[in-house]
């Protein structure tokens, strides 16, 4: 497969959907411009998210779409070539809201994703996904995950075994609610939040696509930090905690085809011995 030019967006996204339509719409073809291929925008990007992990404002939810809605098919529109997950709530039948994530180009939804793990409070909000999922698109097989997923190795893992070359990581991450620190890239969710990245990337060996709000919503203010990292956890590009775009071209099969040439993790796996021995087995 020929190089392609991957992209993750730092922005900030409110409550006004129209707004946020808008943006997305105007990133798209600004990095259309700039050659990028694989466009990941941040979690809860078309209507934003809480602003309180707590006691979320029951009269201020965020606004649950549908996939055939008008605001899913604006992105497919402006898409064109490029393929762009974007994040969303997505309405639930019989009521509720999901924190998901659809990833389209201009031919229509090439996959969909519901979050898996839920923060503490979030549940007051959203309904929890129960599966992951891969598929196909133009630069590779791609999986999803949405922000809290990406502390849970096996989350990532579940994608890599699914044959995902690119991981796209779709956050509106916040700084520590309980001991903030004076600085953005001294606080201890930013240093966690490149951690993650990092690691999930380097344990699969897979390109991983992460980006994030920035600005402040509620009691959240967000970190921003997108980038996008390699198959050996080394991060490619970095807007770190201002807005942008992280871009970087890269060979996706061939950087990963280096990175598992010696030590290929996911078929040196022994899952039969992941457990903890009783007695009777020592």
Same mark, same amino acid.
């Given at each position: 497969?020929?190089?392609?030019?991957?992209?993750? =967006?730092?922005? !900030?996204?409110? /409550?006004?959907?129209?707004?946020?339509?808008?943006?997305?719409?105007? *990133?798209?073809?600004?990095?259309?411009?700039?050659?990028?291929?694989?466009?990941?925008?941040?979690?809860?990007?078309?209507?934003?998210?809480?602003?309180?992990? @707590?006691?979320?404002?029951?009269?201020?939810?965020?606004?649950?779409?549908?996939?055939?809605?008008?605001?899913?098919?604006?992105?497919? &529109? $402006?898409?064109?070539?490029?393929?762009?997950?974007?994040?969303?709530?997505?309405?639930?039948?019989?009521?509720?809201?999901?924190?998901?994530? =659809?990833?389209?180009?201009?031919?229509?939804?090439?996959?969909?994703? %519901? #979050?898996? !793990?839920?923060?503490?409070?979030?549940?007051?909000?959203?309904?929890?996904?129960?599966? +992951?999922?891969?598929?196909?698109?133009?630069?590779?097989?791609?999986?999803?995950?949405?922000?809290?997923?990406?502390? +849970?190795?096996? $989350?990532?893992?579940?994608?890599?075994?699914?044959?995902?070359? *690119?991981?796209?990581?779709? &956050?509106?991450?916040?700084?520590?609610?309980?001991?903030?620190?004076?600085?953005?890239?001294?606080?201890?969710?930013?240093?966690? +939040?490149?951690?993650?990245?990092?690691? %999930?990337?380097?344990?699969?060996?897979?390109?991983?696509?992460?980006?994030?709000?920035?600005?402040?919503?509620?009691?959240?203010? +967000?970190?921003?930090?997108? #980038?996008?990292?390699?198959?050996?956890?080394?991060?490619?590009?970095?807007? /770190?905690?201002?807005?942008?775009?992280?871009? =970087?071209? *890269?060979?996706? !099969?061939?950087?990963?085809?280096?990175?598992?040439?010696?030590?290929? !993790?996911?078929?040196?796996?022994?899952?039969?011995?992941? @457990?903890?021995?009783?007695?009777?087995? /020592?």
């Amino acid at each position: 497969m020929a190089p392609v030019t991957l992209g993750a =967006v730092a922005a !900030h996204f409110g /409550r006004d959907l129209d707004r946020g339509v808008t943006k997305v719409v105007g *990133i798209i073809e600004s990095a259309a411009r700039d050659g990028v291929d694989f466009l990941v925008f941040p979690d809860a990007c078309l209507g934003g998210y809480i602003g309180d992990f @707590h006691r979320p404002d029951p009269d201020d939810p965020p606004p649950a779409l549908t996939l055939d809605g008008p605001e899913i098919a604006a992105v497919v &529109s $402006a898409a064109g070539p490029m393929t762009v997950c974007v994040g969303y709530a997505e309405s639930a039948p019989g009521g509720g809201r999901y924190n998901a994530a =659809v990833c389209v180009c201009g031919d229509g939804v090439l996959g969909t994703y %519901r #979050k898996v !793990h839920q923060p503490v409070g979030e549940s007051l909000t959203y309904l929890a996904g129960d599966t +992951f999922s891969t598929f196909d698109t133009p630069v590779g097989r791609v999986g999803m995950l949405i922000d809290y997923d990406k502390t +849970f190795p096996e $989350a990532a893992r579940t994608l890599a075994m699914g044959g995902a070359d *690119i991981i796209a990581a779709l &956050s509106v991450w916040p700084a520590s609610v309980t001991d903030r620190a004076s600085r953005l890239p001294a606080d201890r969710q930013s240093r966690l +939040f490149d951690l993650y990245d990092c690691a %999930r990337a380097a344990e699969n060996q897979v390109v991983l696509v992460s980006s994030n709000q920035t600005g402040v919503m509620g009691n959240l203010r +967000f970190l921003g930090q997108a #980038k996008v990292v390699g198959p050996g956890g080394d991060i490619l590009a970095t807007t /770190r905690s201002k807005g942008g775009l992280a871009k =970087v071209e *890269i060979d996706v !099969h061939a950087e990963i085809t280096r990175a598992r040439r010696v030590l290929n !993790h996911l078929t040196e796996l022994r899952p039969g011995s992941y @457990h903890v021995a009783s007695e009777a087995d /020592r």
